[in-house]
């Protein structure tokens, strides 16, 4: 048998995250496609400006129950029609409202896209709002939030954003809204806010996936195209302030075997210069299972099986101001409270008074940036970033050149913005868990004034 030689592989080359071509169609609505070879599955996001901060007063939770409706019935045909039409088409159509707007998202075959264009455009050109459906939707959002209440991660965000910003802001209060004020939800409150919000000229619509051979532009024009309304009106957003004075939140849960931690601040969003050391920072911090804090608290002391720290983008605006939220998050056992917090505000002192190591940073970096060519594998993944940035208000590159930011930025730049982010001093802390028995311990820590509410 003879061998051959394997022949010798090619230089790689270098991965970057794609660019999209961008176009605005005549009702105004933008457009955003991206072609990815390969992807048959198209996902389709369109972002509407219509920010949590614009729901009425008392009326928290419309934006959600609005974008709940949008697939329950449109002009041409039922909630049940609806829904059929979409499975013909093998189609998924999901919708959320958070603090920057809307989000609508559609994954389709390609060889199924324009008609799946076409619900998506009834949906958005003619929602029907019928008031069985609203009612409907208003019933399952106020069973949701017992179920949310219950929950010891949710809990601990909802009083994390109650303690940390003014009550007078949207941020204070829960994304989705409260029982009081959804149940003030009415159809004709979401026709209000539909009305005053979603309009083509303030929309922006993201197209992913293997385009070859799709006539993209008539199939807009025949859709999303023939979605008509009024200019978009310019609406400044609120500025965000919050109160990072250390403290802590006991929210009671007696008999609770576990406590549940959340604590932060808010900080500099994408647009601050940053965010690239930031976020390597951070990663390092608690980005990962080898990251300090699981290394101290999980491997070392055994305290949980998890604690994470993060970035995440609250809102920004068209002028560049915004804010993330910097936080810790995780849970211990209800006895070892106090020296599991010992422990992570030693890990925080520690970072400042020495740094992070060059091996710390080097992991991150290939953490960060060597496995995103498999994070953005799908189109719906190349979509949803793309839909982050404009939602933000990030340039379309923006992406690709963070990982070239990441990249380039040394231990040095990635100390200092962590110990900026994350101060031992100026962190909100908010803990669920038995204060009968974590509170005497959390006040010997001195780490912030404590105050126990219940946890109903």
Same mark, same amino acid.
Not at 89 to 106: K, Q
Not at 151 to 159: G, H, L, M, V
Not at 211 to 226: N, R
């Given at each position: 048998?003879?061998?051959?030689?394997?022949?010798p592989?090619?230089?790689?080359?270098?991965?970057?995250f *794609?660019?999209?071509?961008?176009?605005?169609?005549?009702?105004?609505?933008t457009?955003?496609?991206?072609?990815?070879?390969?992807?048959?599955?198209?996902a389709v996001?369109?972002?509407?400006?219509?920010?949590?901060d614009?729901?009425?007063?008392?009326?928290?939770?419309?934006?959600?129950?609005?974008?709940?409706?949008?697939?329950?019935?449109?002009?041409?045909?039922?909630?049940?029609?609806?829904?059929?039409?979409l499975?013909?088409?093998?189609?998924?159509?999901?919708?959320?409202?958070?603090?920057p707007?809307?989000?609508?998202?559609l994954?389709?075959?390609?060889?199924?896209?324009?008609?799946?264009?076409?619900?998506?455009?009834?949906?958005l050109?003619?929602p029907a709002? *019928?008031?069985?459906e609203?009612e409907r939707l208003?019933?399952?959002r106020?069973?949701?939030?017992?179920?949310?209440l219950?929950?010891p991660?949710?809990?601990?965000?909802?009083e994390?954003?109650?303690?940390?910003?003014?009550?007078?802001?949207?941020?204070?209060?829960?994304?989705?809204?409260?029982?009081?004020?959804v149940?003030?939800?009415?159809?004709?409150?979401?026709?209000?806010?539909?009305?005053?919000?979603?309009?083509?000229?303030?929309?922006?619509?993201?197209?992913?996936?293997?385009?070859?051979?799709?006539?993209?532009?008539?199939?807009?024009a025949?859709?999303?195209?023939?979605?008509?309304?009024?200019?978009?009106?310019?609406?400044p957003m609120p500025?965000?302030?919050?109160d990072?004075?250390?403290?802590?939140?006991?929210?009671?849960?007696p008999?609770?075997?576990q406590?549940?931690l959340l604590?932060?601040?808010?900080?500099?969003?994408?647009?601050?210069?940053?965010?690239?050391a930031?976020?390597l920072?951070v990663?390092?911090?608690g980005?990962?299972?080898? $990251?300090?804090?699981?290394?101290?608290?999980?491997?070392?002391?055994?305290?949980?099986y998890?604690?994470?720290?993060?970035?995440q983008?609250?809102?920004s605006?068209?002028?560049?101001?915004?804010?993330?939220?910097?936080?810790?998050?995780?849970?211990?056992?209800?006895?070892?409270?106090?020296?599991?917090?010992?422990d992570?505000w030693?890990?925080?002192?520690?970072?400042a008074?020495e740094?992070?190591?060059?091996?710390?940073?080097?992991?991150?970096?290939?953490n960060?940036?060597?496995?995103?060519?498999?994070?953005?594998e799908?189109?719906?993944?190349?979509?949803?970033?793309?839909?982050?940035?404009?939602?933000?208000?990030?340039?379309?590159?923006?992406?690709?050149?963070?990982?070239?930011?990441?990249?380039?930025?040394?231990?040095?730049?990635?100390?200092?913005?962590?110990?900026?982010?994350? *101060?031992?001093?100026?962190?909100?802390t908010?803990?669920?868990?038995?204060?009968?028995?974590i509170?005497?311990?959390?006040r010997?820590?001195?780490?912030?004034?404590?105050?126990v509410? $219940?946890?109903?």
């Amino acid at each position: 048998m003879e061998f051959h030689p394997q022949p010798p592989s090619g230089t790689p080359k270098p991965w970057a995250f *794609p660019t999209p071509e961008r176009a605005t169609l005549p009702n105004g609505l933008t457009v955003l496609r991206c072609h990815r070879p390969g992807q048959e599955v198209v996902a389709v996001e369109v972002n509407l400006r219509a920010p949590l901060d614009a729901e009425p007063e008392g009326l928290d939770g419309v934006a959600t129950i609005m974008a709940r409706a949008l697939s329950e019935g449109t002009d041409k045909h039922t909630a049940e029609e609806f829904a059929a039409e979409l499975e013909r088409c093998g189609a998924t159509l999901d919708a959320n409202a958070d603090h920057p707007g809307v989000r609508v998202s559609l994954e389709v075959p390609v060889s199924r896209l324009p008609k799946a264009l076409g619900l998506l455009a009834d949906a958005l050109r003619a929602p029907a709002f *019928p008031d069985g459906e609203v009612e409907r939707l208003v019933a399952n959002r106020l069973d949701e939030i017992p179920h949310e209440l219950a929950n010891p991660a949710r809990r601990a965000a909802k009083e994390f954003f109650r303690e940390l910003f003014p009550a007078e802001s949207r941020m204070s209060r829960p994304r989705q809204g409260s029982e009081e004020t959804v149940r003030r939800i009415d159809a004709a409150a979401v026709r209000a806010f539909y009305e005053a919000h979603v309009r083509p000229a303030a929309a922006t619509a993201v197209v992913v996936g293997d385009l070859e051979g799709v006539d993209l532009d008539a199939a807009l024009a025949e859709t999303l195209g023939g979605w008509t309304g009024a200019a978009a009106a310019v609406r400044p957003m609120p500025p965000i302030s919050a109160d990072d004075a250390g403290r802590v939140v006991i929210v009671d849960r007696p008999g609770a075997v576990q406590t549940q931690l959340l604590i932060g601040r808010t900080g500099p969003d994408r647009h601050d210069r940053v965010w690239p050391a930031q976020l390597l920072g951070v990663y390092c911090l608690g980005g990962t299972l080898t $990251s300090r804090l699981d290394r101290v608290l999980r491997e070392e002391k055994g305290y949980t099986y998890g604690v994470r720290a993060f970035g995440q983008v609250l809102r920004s605006a068209e002028d560049g101001s915004g804010a993330a939220m910097l936080a810790i998050s995780g849970s211990v056992a209800t006895d070892v409270t106090g020296p599991a917090l010992a422990d992570l505000w030693q890990v925080l002192r520690k970072l400042a008074a020495e740094g992070l190591t060059d091996e710390e940073r080097d992991v991150a970096v290939r953490n960060l940036v060597g496995v995103a060519p498999l994070r953005y594998e799908t189109a719906a993944a190349v979509a949803g970033t793309l839909a982050d940035q404009v939602e933000e208000y990030l340039p379309d590159d923006y992406q690709a050149r963070l990982y070239t930011q990441l990249a380039e930025t040394g231990t040095v730049e990635a100390t200092a913005a962590v110990v900026s982010a994350l *101060p031992a001093d100026r962190l909100v802390t908010v803990l669920v868990g038995d204060a009968a028995q974590i509170a005497d311990p959390v006040r010997e820590l001195g780490i912030g004034e404590v105050k126990v509410v $219940s946890g109903s």
